[in-house]
Structure formats: structure tokens, C-alpha cells
């Protein structure tokens, strides 16, 4: 069974300043990892993902992370905080591919302060 | 291109009461799945389906049904309410032909039951 865990339920950053979600993981296998954002009343969209190749991974609006094996993280970064960033991030994992089901974090409230 | 979409939007229930929440994709995706949502829970699988015909339960399926006669449709049913399945529910799905399809989220169903 794999299982995903995202550091601090609510992050506070000034715009401008660099953004870091959390996230580890554990699963028995090599996972497939994502990050979903979703704004408020709405459903989620995906941020970025990670399956194989490449560990750092280029998402939308200017997000990345990378996939750290040894350390079974997969954090997400922002160089610059915009108000816009503003939502609630999710962490997940899967064995088979992401179509069958996901296990989700808790998920991270990112509060942007002017 | 509608995507997932969740009807309704709202639903107040009493306990005892049965209902059925609406989910249609426009994508012809294999996958459909539905989740739900509880503050501080993140996003729980509830049921899942690869494909019509083919149904199998995630982590919290007590109290819901589910079937998949069709591609598009993936309705769940709650038989008989109870206040504990008061939340935000989400249909997603995915192609599933590539690793790592991402999910398609609809925008949810708000319910609360009394």
C-alpha cells in the first residue's frame, strides 16, 4: 500500500518569495507521483506529474518538482509567489499509472501575503 | 468540450434518505472514479471503475453503490443517508491508455445530510 504525507496543513509565503509544498511518500514500488492544485469551489487540476525519465518536473504557472528517490520526496517549488497561487495543493501517488485511483495528502493551504 | 460534469451542484438530505449524484465525462475515458473530500482528509477514493461493466471499491466505499453501464456515466448512489457522509464529492476521470493519465475532476457535489 503506498501512502502520502505533505508537511503543514497551511503555508504562508510574501509574493515574490519562493514557494515550497512538501511531500513524501512511501510506497513498495516505483510510484508515479502528482501535484493537483484546486481553488476554491472548483475541482482539481493538475499541477505537474512524474512517472519516469527526468526527476525534475516542469508543471503550469511556473511550478516544479523533483523526484528524490533516496529521500522519497517529491516537494514542490515556485521560484516567485503570486497572489494568484493562492489555493489548496494536493500531493498523490499510484502504482498503476494514475487511471485507477490516487492516494491524496491531506493537502496544503498556500496563503499568499501582499 | 463539457469534461466531467457533477449534478447537482447542492443537495441537502435527511437521514434515511436515498439519493443518486450524477456523474457524465465527454472524453470517452475507461476510468472513472469518485472521491470524497473532508476537512483536513484530503481526497478519499470511494469506488473506481476501469472500464462499463467494471466496478471495484477504494478505501471508503461503505454506504455507496456504484455501476458503470455505460462509458460516460458513473453515477453513485447513497441508499440511505447519514450525517457522516456529509461532504464534497468529486467524479474524475482518465484515458488510462498512457502511464500516468492524469484525472479530469468534475467541480463537485456539495451534501450535507441532517
Known amino acids: 500500500a503506498q501512502s502520502v504525507t505533505q508537511l503543514g496543513s497551511h503555508v504562508s509565503v510574501s509574493e515574490g518569495a519562493l514557494v515550497l509544498l512538501r511531500c513524501n511518500y512511501s510506497?513498495?514500488?516505483?510510484?508515479?507521483l502528482f501535484w493537483y492544485v484546486q481553488y476554491p469551489n472548483q475541482g482539481l487540476q493538475l499541477l505537474l506529474k512524474?512517472?519516469?525519465?527526468?526527476?525534475l518536473v516542469k508543471g503550469i504557472n511556473g511550478f516544479e518538482a523533483e523526484f528524490k528517490k533516496s529521500e522519497t520526496s517529491f516537494h514542490l517549488t515556485k521560484p516567485s509567489a503570486h497572489m494568484s497561487d493562492a489555493a489548496e495543493y494536493f500531493c498523490?501517488?499510484?502504482?498503476?499509472?494514475?487511471?485507477?485511483?490516487?492516494?491524496f495528502g491531506k493537502g496544503t493551504h498556500l496563503i499568499i501575503q501582499p | 468540450n463539457a469534461g466531467v460534469t457533477q449534478t447537482p451542484k447542492f443537495q441537502v438530505l435527511k437521514t434515511g434518505q436515498s439519493m443518486t449524484l450524477q456523474c457524465a465525462q465527454d472524453?470517452?475515458?475507461?476510468?472513472m472514479s469518485w472521491y470524497r473530500q473532508d476537512p483536513g482528509m484530503g481526497l478519499r477514493l470511494i469506488h473506481y471503475s476501469v472500464g462499463a461493466g467494471i466496478t471495484d471499491q477504494g478505501e471508503v466505499p461503505n454506504g455507496y453503490n456504484v455501476s458503470r453501464s455505460t462509458t460516460e456515466d458513473f453515477p453513485l448512489r447513497l441508499l440511505s443517508a447519514a450525517p457522516s457522509q456529509t461532504s464534497v464529492y468529486f467524479c474524475?476521470?482518465?484515458?488510462?491508455?498512457?502511464?500516468?493519465?492524469?484525472?479530469?475532476f468534475g467541480n463537485g457535489t456539495r451534501l450535507t445530510v441532517t
Open positions: 510506497s513498495s514500488v516505483p510510484p508515479y
Open positions: 474524475a476521470s482518465s484515458s488510462g491508455h498512457t502511464m500516468g493519465s492524469p484525472l479530469h
Open positions: 472524453m470517452n475515458h475507461e476510468y
Open positions: 498523490a501517488v499510484s502504482l498503476g499509472g494514475g487511471a485507477d485511483g490516487l492516494t
Open positions: 512524474y512517472t519516469t525519465g527526468a526527476t
